[in-house]
């Protein structure tokens, strides 16, 4: 059963594994992306190019691009001034960095501006970027890349709310649909359409919505992206003390989102500004995003909304890998670059793998990823004094921008590890716990006790560790030690075995197989 009840979703077969030796092998070089949207400029630069990167540096200019277009359709000198002025910071960052690759993609308002391509060709003469202008297609397209980098096989329809335009494509597994639009309901139109009269914006939003969004036709997930909509997200979790800071995946049900965001569009800037957790540079827009999601979402009827942290930018990059390197698990592949450096024996992890593969009988591949990132995140907190492991590495695992998990997987992970370091995650005092069933705790804290006596038995050593096996039956766990082991058992090994089996009430068992 998936972690958190969720659907086992439709995919191709493909391998879900630890590969150390290839991991070990990347040389990794920084990459960058500097997104030119309508109402900020923003450069991200990655650790690398690759199927999990992590953000080394981000920084937002709100240089309002799509506000600083005249009544004839121009930018203004004084927009295009700004927009150079970013840039050419953002190339002095990009360079002393020493980032190898840069790309810079613009939307919306250099498409509608006139005067875009002198735009585009001044910042190319004045600081050596070559921007590509997308068309409104394509930025859906990244968009729902970018979702399909982020998560789990996602199925579904891919909204994407910016300054300046809303693009809708479908996410097919891991791959896009052709049913793609874009349509002029960024935050910046319709918060203009708002000032002109509440009922008449929603008329005219309704109409472009009539008009031009696709229906839903693949499963009933609407996928959210978006700095408007992220904030909405943010807004929900803290008036509800949602134990997780993760804004990536958090999942609801489309009602109660729609209801949120019908509330919030009849809200004045002085009510959207003491929202709990609002973003102050949302709060003059924030009402003109939740008009658009609840609007879209009574046009859609979904049955749940899912938050994604990555869009655009982060589709931009996906597209640029081989296939291969796409077809790398992104939860595993982001395990890895947390867990395996500072590992005492960066293989063991491997061998762990495969030295619990047969505790989970019947296992479906979106379960063994899960299994797969636990042993890569067992040796995160061996520098850690012995007292402070196990809480530490919950709390910090709870709250790791790991992408490719759900809030509920991301719980079930760190009440993993915990239990890994002899910690007791049933006995937490946390709302995190209670996302996950009580069946799904109780597995958790098996593989985490599965994995400490494995640490214990084997010193960490692949070599000792391949000398044992772990047998389940319907009243005893059999540790069967190797015929030809030169590494007996200790009281330490005999306590490990013994917490492993009291969590589902089987009795310990430690064997000599025969010869």
Known sequence: MPIGGAVTPHFDPRTIEIDTARFQAREAEHYGVIDVGSNSMRLVVYDDLSRAPFPRFNEKSLVALGDGIDDDGHFTQDTMDRAVHAMLRFRAISDAMGVTRVDVIATEAMRRAKNGPDLIARIKAETGFSPRLLSGEEEATYAAFGVISGLFQPRGLVGDVG?????????????????????????????????????????????????????????????????????????????????????????????????????????????VAQLPDVPSRRIDTLSASAMVMWRVLRKLKPDQVVFSALGLREGWLYAQLDTDEQYRDPLIEGALAAGLPGARVPHFPEALA???????????????????????????????????????????????????????????????????????????????????SAAELKQAEFLGRALLLGHRFSASVPAILGQARLHIGAEAIRLEISADSDVPDSDAVKERLSQLAKVFGLQPEITVADS
């Open 163 to 271: 300054g300046g335009s809303l693009e809708i494509a479908e996410a097919l597994g891991d791959r896009v649909g052709d049913r793609k639009v874009s349509m002029p309901l960024g935050a910046l139109p319709v918060r203009a359409m708002m000032r002109e009269g509440f009922d008449a914006a929603k008329k005219r939003i309704d109409d472009i919505l009539r008009s031009d969004l696709p229906p839903m036709l693949t499963e009933p997930t609407f996928y959210a992206v978006g700095g408007g909509w992220r904030a909405l997200a943010r807004v929900h979790m803290a008036m509800n003390s949602w134990p997780i800071a993760v804004v990536h995946a958090y999942t609801l049900p489309a009602g109660e989102v729609a209801d949120l965001a019908k509330s919030i569009a009849k809200m004045t800037l002085e009510e």
């Open 354 to 436: 495969r030295w619990t593969e047969e505790l989970f009988p019947g296992e479906v591949q979106s379960d063994r990823r899960i299994r797969m990132a636990v042993c890569a995140l067992t040796d995160i907190a061996w520098r850690d004094h012995q007292k402070i492991r196990a809480s530490h590495s919950f709390a910090r695992i709870l709250q790791f921008p790991f992408i490719g998990l759900t809030h509920p997987e991301r719980a079930y992970v760190a009440a993993a590890v915990m239990a890994r370091y002899g910690g007791k995650p049933a006995k937490l005092d946390t709302a995190a716990m209670d996302i996950l």
